[in-house]
């Protein structure tokens, strides 16, 4: 990229030279402006101009030199958008030269000067570096590197795979007093997400600046740093260095690998905005569906089972007053914590375990060694990508394309499709700016919820009424066709955008809304007469929802260009996806919150069908103790429904129904927020705003 001081030095030696021009000269000087495409040709035309030496007209040469110095200062204050590449203007004496070939514009970019701020050092990370040739480069060629770096960050959506092997850590075939919740698991993931709003909102514009390949390399050590680190923390058992590894590491790599990839795209296919960034998302979406089985793969592999004390009957247990653990003798009068497995909890197990007493903290889960592998994996996979991203020549479109502002068009999706740019800090002067933000927030919380604990609630609600069906590799092969779901809907919706309208399938997305509000009914049924309709209406109905998540963050930057023009559009998308952030931390919060009141209640309303003292019996403590039991994991559903009679439904299904009431709350806002959404007023265009005009 040239440095804004090849424009200022231009700027100074015209400012010069138009002191002593003919007017018709500092006529063409008053309409020219420092943009990319228009300095070549400014210069070819001062050059022209000076050979032919036209008649005068009314304006005077000292005022077209009071013009350059007004935009002098206007492109010092500015430079940051209009950075060029290669362009060496030299203007001496009435004679110009406009050397921009391609070997003379790399000698010009070795020139620069270079600053990591400006993405511009290393050399060979920085768009200098990989911008392809002005003509014979296919496009299509620069997908597939994308597509490295996209699979990989997607991984980010399976993570209900890491919720088992996370909350039996210590207990590994059950969960321990010792072991984390899923409270405490979740809101790992919406630190995760809340670190990619940071990400896209300061580094956004850095991104944009330094080009794909940088944004990718910090992506790959940041994101694979995530994963390694993920294993200490999980060995270490430390909740706090999980949120710093998997959470804001593994966040920072999540954002710096979406963005660039993205507005790239939409650069090499300007002519198919949605179809662009379908391209670029679908593989982020299709991340999950490879990393699910890996993850449960990798767990199964490393998985040590603790040792096994015998059957609960063969076992003297008892439960410690203080803290509410089981306790049994290990051997040598050394009482240890210990975990009863039931036949649920061993039938999700690798192997054949058998239902009794296993010593906590003596096995694996797996899950560190699995973290361990996956972290070189992508890192490898988002480095060879980055090695082959390219970008765009500034002067390159595609054959027979005619940009938007160059021919008449009066748009579709009821005109919201304009021909004038809003600069990104000015976008945030604008209603539809933060109108844009609610709705994207409210509708991602119903996707972000389902895919944060997709793995979890699908053995919550329907194991237990359908046990040979909804086995591990059942609920595995549910979160990879959670996340096909997603990919098909950023590549569906998104293309399908370009002819419905970017503003009309958002309000489509709002479909989510009755299949949110339904589920809590078929669960119900479910939990009276468990049937395969209802495991059908909940997987196909969360299918949709996932589907209408994919395609609502796959249509949003063409959504953005849309409506505040395509010049900032990735600065302003880095902004906007801040409301990701906002649906990661009310979504996957909301569910675990909502599911541990449920859990809480259905537990109080479970006991009251035991006697105080069969409780105690079995349970060593009174019933006072029950809160104190069941933070312990001493008292859980499934060992109280083994003393409930048989008319007593297990109330496990309906855990979750009160988080799809609040998904449905969510979505309403969405669609009214969409609804407000209208055209940018003109005040707000760039060649509107008086920097903008000084600069002309």
């Known amino acids: 990229m040239a440095s804004t001081a090849s424009v200022v030095l231009f700027a100074q030696r015209s400012a010069t030279v138009a002191m002593h021009m003919p007017s018709s000269l500092c006529c063409r000087f008053l309409s020219f402006n420092f943009s990319p495409v228009r300095v070549n040709a400014g210069v070819r035309s001062m050059s022209s101009a000076l050979i032919t030496r036209k008649p005068p007209t009314a304006v005077s ?13 206007s492109a010092k204050k500015f430079s940051h958008q209009y950075n060029t590449r290669g362009i060496r203007t030299t203007i001496l004496c009435g004679s110009s030269t406009d050397t921009t070939n391609e070997s003379e514009e790399r000698e010009t970019s070795k020139d620069s000067p270079v600053s990591l701020k400006d993405g511009t050092w290393p050399r060979f990370l920085s768009k200098a570096a990989i911008m392809a040739p002005l003509e014979g480069f296919n496009r299509w060629l620069a997908v597939p590197s994308s597509f490295l770096v996209q699979l990989s960050i997607g991984s980010v959506y399976a993570f209900s795979m890491w919720n088992a092997p996370l909350t039996h850590n210590v207990g590994v ?90 507005s790239t795209l939409m650069r090499w296919f300007p002519d198919r905005r949605g179809l662009a960034t379908g391209l670029g998302l679908t593989a982020f979406g299709a991340g999950a569906m490879l990393a699910a089985p890996v993850i449960q793969n990798l767990c199964d592999l490393y998985f040590v089972a603790p040792e096994f004390l015998g059957p609960i009957a063969n076992v003297a247990v008892t439960t410690d007053p203080s803290t509410g653990a089981m306790l ?41 060694s699995a973290f361990t592998t996956m972290g070189c994996v992508y890192g490898a996979s988002m480095l060879m990508g980055a090695a082959g991203n390219r970008v765009p020549h500034p002067d390159w479109k595609p054959d027979g394309w005619v940009p938007p502002a160059d021919k008449d068009d009066t748009g579709k999706d009821d005109g919201m499709i304009s021909k004038h740019s809003v600069d990104y800090a000015t976008a945030l002067k604008t209603p539809q700016f933060y109108f844009m933000w609610i709705a994207l927030m409210g509708n991602a919380v119903a996707g972000m919820t389902v895919l944060s604990s997709a793995k979890t609630m699908m053995g ?73 309709i209802a495991l059908y209406g909940v997987y196909f109905g969360t299918l949709a929802m996932v589907s209408f998540y994919g395609g609502l963050f796959a249509t949003l930057p063409a959504y953005l260009a849309d409506i505040f023009g395509s010049h900032n559009a990735g600065a302003i998308h880095g902004r906007v996806l801040t409301a990701w952030s906002g649906a990661a931390l009310v979504g996957p919060n909301m569910l675990g919150f909502l599911r541990n009141s449920s859990y809480n209640n259905a537990v109080a309303d479970l006991v009251q069908n035991i006697s105080p003292e069969k409780f105690e019996t079995t349970f060593g403590a009174p019933l006072t103790d029950l809160d104190k039991l069941v933070q312990a994991k001493t008292v859980t559903i499934p060992r109280l429904m083994e003393l409930m009679p048989a008319s007593v439904a297990d109330p496990t299904p309906l855990l979750y129904n009160s988080t799809m009431f609040g998904i449905c709350g969510m979505l309403s806002v969405a669609l009214l927020a969409n609804h407000l959404i209208k055209p940018v007023h003109p005040k707000y265009w760039m060649e509107n705003q008086p920097q903008y005009k000084n600069a002309k």
């Open 61 to 73: 040469g000292s005022a077209c030199a009071v013009h350059l110095k007004q935009q002098l200062l």
């Open 173 to 262: 075939v059950a969960a321990s007093s010792h072991d984390w919740t899923l409270t405490e698991v979740l809101p790992v993931f919406s630190t995760s997400a809340i670190a990619l709003g940071f990400t896209t909102f300061f580094l956004g514009p850095w991104a944009e600046r330094a080009g794909p390949r940088f944004s990718a390399v910090g992506a790959a050590i940041s994101y694979s740093s995530a994963f390694l680190l993920s294993a200490v923390a999980v060995q270490t058992h430390s909740i706090g260095l999980l949120h710093l590894s998997y959470g804001v590491l593994g966040g920072i790599g999540w954002g710096l690998g979406y963005i660039s990839p993205v």
């Open 328 to 368: 049994a003798d290990t051997g040598n009068g050394a009482m240890k914590e210990v975990v009863v497995a039931t036949a649920a909890d061993v039938a999700r197990c690798p192997g054949n375990l058998s239902e009794g007493v296993y010593v906590a903290g003596t096995g694996s889960s797996g899950a560190a």
């Open 460 to 532: 919550d609600v329907f194991a237990a009424g359908l046990p040979l069906v909804v086995t591990g590799a059942f609920t595995t092969k549910y979160v990879s066709s959670l996340s096909a779901a997603n990919s098909v809907g950023r590549l569906g919706w998104s293309a399908f955008s370009d002819y419905l309208g970017r503003k009309n399938t958002y309000f489509l997305f709002g479909c989510g809304l009755p299949v949110a509000a339904t589920i809590p009914f078929i669960t119900e049924s479910f939990a009276e007469n468990p049937s395969m």
